[in-house]
């Protein structure tokens, strides 16, 4: 028997490929991608450089005299994977 739910697809190029990864929810088999690689590539910059910006400012929250930066790291990791970020 087949799986219906996933369709075979090849990403041209790693933008796409990207924006997929980072607009996945879960439960959701459908996505829209816009037809404009700039579009897309543009999106993929800003979603990354939000998501470096963040991490960094959880860095900078979790880091006290008793926490090292590594485990501040570690922390801040650990809190956008839970919040799927």
Do not use: C, W
Request: glycine residues 2%.
């Amino acid at each position: 028997m087949t799986d219906t739910r996933f369709v075979n697809s090849t990403i041209d190029n790693i933008h796409k490929a990207k924006y997929l990864m980072y607009s996945k929810k879960n439960g959701e088999y459908i996505y829209k991608v816009p037809k404009d690689k700039e579009i897309v590539g543009k999106a993929v910059q800003d979603y990354e450089e939000y998501r470096n910006e963040l991490e960094a400012k959880l860095v900078k929250a979790f880091m006290t005299e008793n926490t090292p930066q590594k485990a501040a790291e570690a922390l801040a990791e650990q809190v956008m994977e839970e919040h799927s970020i």
